[in-house]
């Protein structure tokens, strides 16, 4: 809704709908930290030194913004390849879920823009949920 290029490309080119809830998961990831851990002793990750007790932990939602892996991170592109972001964990941590939701938002956007041809966001004020672990909205002010 912020990006209408994208969306009206997304309207001419439904076929990107799967590309598109990539780049979603992407640039808003709904899971923004992932698990953490204490240090015991001292250490250094990336050029920042943790001393030991120290509470390190890693923020897919950063990431997901890694200049080194996103060339222009802050811009949402629905044709963005590769993009091989982190919103459902990697590894061990890896989302068992991460298949359903993939689904019911390829279905549940297909079928939003397809019913509501017009949706547009009434409003440029977004509230968000204050909550470090999980990101979402609390409300999305839309008109068709």
């Known amino acids: 809704m912020r990006n209408p290029d994208q969306l009206s ?13 990539e780049e979603m998961l992407r640039f808003e990831s709904p899971v ?11 250490i250094e990750i990336g050029g920042m030194s943790f001393g030991p007790h120290e509470q390190v932990s890693a923020v897919l939602g950063a990431a997901n913004r890694d200049p080194d892996q996103f060339p222009d991170p802050d811009r949402f592109d629905i044709t963005r390849t590769p993009n091989r972001h982190l919103a ?17 938002a390829r279905i549940g956007f297909g079928r939003l823009f397809e019913r509501l041809p017009d949706l547009r966001q009434s409003s440029d004020t977004l509230e968000w949920n204050q909550n470090t672990l999980m990101r979402g909205l609390r409300t999305l002010p839309l008109s068709f």
């Open 9 to 21: 490309l997304l309207k001419r080119q439904p076929e990107l709908l799967p590309s598109a809830i």
């Open 88 to 104: 459902f964990g990697l590894g061990i941590h890896f989302c068992l879920g991460s298949a359903l939701a993939r689904t019911e």
């Open 32 to 42: 923004q930290r992932g698990t953490f851990r204490v240090t015991t002793a001292g």
